[in-house]
């Protein structure tokens, strides 16, 4: 079987083709993935409308690359996946018709994937990453964890209830005139700083749940950087108190999502006593900070999960975690109507998807 994965949901543009074989294994014949960092450099953050325009004009290209990559004719191709949320509509609705064009010439199923869900099963693209396990994506757009019980099985048990961890890095590094996107500057300028000379607040800090907030954060690192003489150790000493800030927060909150991920696998009876440690994968680019990293590495310890870190290109956007999430939906015979709608808002978990529309 051979699928291909389409993805514009945010700034990059990605296709890929998977192959699954009867023995069960998935190979990733191409990943091609186009950033649109330099047209939104100048912006300090993503424009919805640029990204719009670039989707569109790089969208067929990009498909091409990953047919001719592959190795593949597209009359091989069994099905299309495309992301259709969350994300910017314009961007989604790119990808999602260029899809449905294809899947209509060439008279195969669609599937609309949720990005998200991508996300959760994207671990399982670079090895074998067996059921159930926690998930903290944190990225540009998102901060959540989430039970990943299995395919279409998902439980949120926290997320931010305004900005995503990777917005703070962004904000912040647009506030001292860092460039985009921040986080690896932030991070850099971070190395000659004293994490303690900046006194952050720590949203949530030992409260009961797993969600996060990131907004009173960004804004008090704004007025501490504002109020310094700006020189390179003021940069340095900012930039580092705010690392250190999201490195505990992010420790403090996904070690309460452990809890409850342990409660609540505990209590199933087909997890097996000897089923320890427990699995903790991290994705999203945030996780490409080593700060962060090193935190959650001790946290793992701490709290007995093992630590699962994929390879950076599958834990940012990318097509193949779009296709091998359709990939499974096809096989279990999920496919999608060719009326599928683009969705900006699409929560993963059925639960929020009920009670909680605007959750994304
Ligand atoms: P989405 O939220 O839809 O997954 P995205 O494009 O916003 O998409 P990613 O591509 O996964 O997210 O990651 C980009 C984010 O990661 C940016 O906010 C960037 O600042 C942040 N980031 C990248 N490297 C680092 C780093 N070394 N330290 C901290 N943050 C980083
Ligand atoms: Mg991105
Ligand atoms: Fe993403």
């Given at each position: 079987?051979?699928?291909?994965?389409?993805?514009?949901?945010?700034?990059?543009?990605?296709?890929?083709?998977?192959?699954?074989?009867?023995?069960?294994?998935?190979?990733?014949?191409?990943?091609?993935?186009?950033?649109?960092?330099?047209?939104?450099?100048?912006?300090?953050?993503?424009?919805?409308?640029?990204?719009?325009?670039?989707?569109?004009?790089?969208?067929?290209?990009?498909?091409?690359?990953?047919?001719?990559?592959?190795?593949?004719?597209?009359?091989?191709?069994?099905?299309?996946?495309?992301?259709?949320?969350?994300?910017?509509?314009?961007?989604?609705?790119?990808?999602?018709?260029?899809?449905?064009?294809?899947?209509?010439?060439?008279?195969?199923?669609?599937?609309?994937?949720?990005?998200?869900?991508?996300?959760?099963?994207?671990?399982?693209?670079?090895?074998?990453?067996a059921f159930p396990y926690?998930?903290?994506?944190?990225?540009?757009?998102?901060?959540?964890?989430?039970?990943v019980k299995g395919l279409?099985d998902?439980?949120?048990?926290?997320?931010?209830?305004?900005?995503?961890?990777?917005?703070?890095?962004?904000?912040?590094?647009?506030?001292?005139?860092?460039?985009?996107?921040?986080?690896?500057?932030?991070?850099?300028?971070?190395?000659?700083?004293?994490?303690?000379?900046?006194?952050?607040?720590?949203?949530?800090?030992?409260?009961?749940?797993?969600?996060?907030?990131?907004?009173?954060?960004?804004?008090?690192?704004?007025?501490?950087?504002?109020?310094?003489?700006?020189?390179?150790?003021?940069?340095?000493?900012?930039?580092?108190?705010?690392?250190?800030?999201?490195?505990?927060?992010?420790?403090?909150?996904?070690?309460?999502?452990?809890?409850?991920?342990?409660?609540?696998?505990?209590?199933?009876?087909?997890?097996?006593?000897?089923?320890?440690?427990?699995?903790?994968?991290?994705?999203?680019?945030?996780?490409?900070?080593?700060?962060?990293?090193?935190?959650?590495?001790?946290?793992?310890?701490?709290?007995?999960?093992?630590?699962?870190?994929?390879?950076?290109?599958?834990?940012?956007?990318?097509?193949?975690?779009?296709?091998?999430?359709?990939?499974?939906?096809?096989?279990?015979?999920?496919?999608?109507?060719?009326?599928?709608?683009?969705?900006?808002?699409?929560?993963?978990?059925?639960?929020?998807?009920?009670?909680?529309?605007?959750?994304?």
């Amino acid at each position: 079987v051979f699928i291909l994965g389409v993805e514009s949901s945010c700034d990059e543009t990605a296709a890929s083709v998977l192959r699954r074989d009867p023995d069960g294994s998935t190979h990733i014949l191409s990943s091609i993935i186009a950033s649109q960092d330099e047209y939104h450099a100048k912006f300090g953050g993503v424009v919805p409308e640029i990204a719009a325009r670039a989707h569109m004009s790089i969208i067929d290209a990009i498909i091409d690359q990953a047919v001719t990559e592959a190795g593949v004719d597209y009359s091989d191709l069994s099905a299309v996946a495309a992301t259709s949320g969350p994300g910017l509509i314009g961007g989604v609705i790119t990808g999602l018709l260029a899809a449905k064009g294809l899947c209509l010439s060439l008279d195969i199923p669609l599937i609309a994937v949720n990005h998200l869900e991508g996300h959760a099963l994207s671990p399982r693209l670079s090895g074998p990453c067996a059921f159930p396990y926690l998930l903290l994506l944190v990225s540009g757009g998102h901060t959540q964890l989430l039970s990943v019980k299995g395919l279409g099985d998902y439980e949120r048990l926290g997320s931010t209830v305004d900005d995503a961890a990777g917005e703070a890095f962004d904000k912040t590094a647009k506030v001292m005139g860092l460039g985009f996107p921040g986080g690896p500057n932030v991070e850099r300028v971070a190395a000659g700083g004293d994490p303690k000379s900046v006194k952050l607040p720590r949203p949530y800090w030992g409260q009961d749940h797993a969600n996060f907030s990131f907004a009173g954060l960004k804004t008090a690192v704004a007025r501490a950087w504002r109020s310094s003489d700006k020189s390179e150790q003021d940069a340095a000493n900012v930039a580092a108190s705010f690392q250190a800030t999201v490195c505990e927060v992010l420790s403090e909150r996904t070690g309460r999502a452990m809890d409850m991920f342990t409660k609540d696998i505990m209590s199933t009876n087909e997890v097996e006593p000897s089923d320890t440690p427990h699995r903790f994968v991290v994705a999203g680019g945030v996780a490409a900070n080593k700060a962060i990293r090193g935190a959650l590495e001790h946290l793992c310890e701490a709290k007995g999960f093992s630590l699962n870190a994929p390879p950076m290109v599958y834990c940012t956007d990318n097509a193949a975690m779009i296709a091998l999430a359709g990939l499974e939906h096809f096989i279990q015979g999920n496919i999608s109507d060719l009326s599928a709608k683009a969705r900006p808002r699409w929560p993963l978990d059925s639960a929020a998807a009920k009670s909680d529309p605007a959750s994304g």
